[in-house]
């Protein structure tokens, strides 16, 4: 039983990953609009929709054009989170974690996978802030719609920013916000992923590639 469940984290594991660059190739491939009747782009649609659908679905209107990077976080938790419950459960069945301990690696492997999909949340968001504010230097056109994607996104961030910061000539809100999530991944997620660690230790020894991030 051990080595099945040890076998099944290897394979979900890679899959996960496989299935994460699929979805990473499919929305790059959106920027350039590729022929639809090519089989490879016909894979991949097929293999990715049904997950950026589901995510347009959960997500308010607003946001829908950013439903395949919401989907890549998923995956992204589904990596980390996944594998460990098998590897926690092989551990289980090799007698390295006692039934009454379970709860503790499975809650260390959850945990990665929320600090995770932050960590990686949370750089996105900064790199959106730094292209709004570049956008803001230069008067884009309102009628892009890069631009509108972009203020859709961080106009809920930076409008409370704007109320309390003093007026300038240049909008400093979208950098004091990016400010907020790198001290916010530096001091908080790190700590969160660090103690994840803690938890999970009792598990690892089916060597489940984990990395840090």
Same mark, same amino acid.
């Not at 609009?33 to 209107?61: E, H, K, Q």
């Given at each position: ?8 984290? =290897?394979?979900?594991?890679?899959a ?26 016909r ?36 990596? =980390?989170?996944?594998p460990g419950?098998?590897?926690t ?22 945990l ?15 790199? &959106?802030?730094?292209?709004?504010? &570049? ?6 056109? &309102?009628?892009?719609?890069? &631009? ?12 409370? #920013? ?45 060597? #489940? ?5």
């Amino acid at each position: 039983m051990e080595w099945a469940l040890t076998a099944l984290a =290897e394979v979900s594991y890679w899959a996960l990953t496989i299935y994460l660059w699929m979805g990473i190739v499919a929305m790059l491939l959106t920027w350039v609009a590729p022929d639809p009747r090519n089989p490879f782009v016909r894979f991949l649609n097929r293999m990715t929709a049904p997950l950026w659908n589901a995510m347009a679905r959960a997500l308010p209107a607003r946001w829908g054009l950013f439903a395949p990077y919401a989907g890549l976080l998923l995956i992204v938790f589904g990596i =980390e989170f996944a594998p460990g419950v098998f590897t926690t459960f092989a551990a289980y069945a090799g007698g390295r974690v006692p039934a009454e301990l379970l709860a503790e690696p499975l809650g260390g492997f959850l945990l990665r996978g929320v600090a995770v999909v932050l960590y990686n949340l949370f750089y996105f968001l900064v790199l &959106v802030l730094a292209i709004w504010f &570049v956008l803001t230097l230069v008067s884009p056109s &309102v009628h892009s719609p890069v &631009v509108r994607a972009v203020y859709l996104l961080v106009d809920p961030i930076i409008s409370p #920013l704007q109320r309390i910061l003093p007026r300038t000539r240049v909008d400093l809100s979208p950098l004091v916000a990016a400010a907020v999530f790198l001290l916010f991944n530096h001091f908080v997620v790190s700590e969160l992923l660090d103690y994840s660690a803690s938890l999970t230790a009792a598990a690892l020894g089916s060597g #489940l590639p984990l990395q840090r991030m």
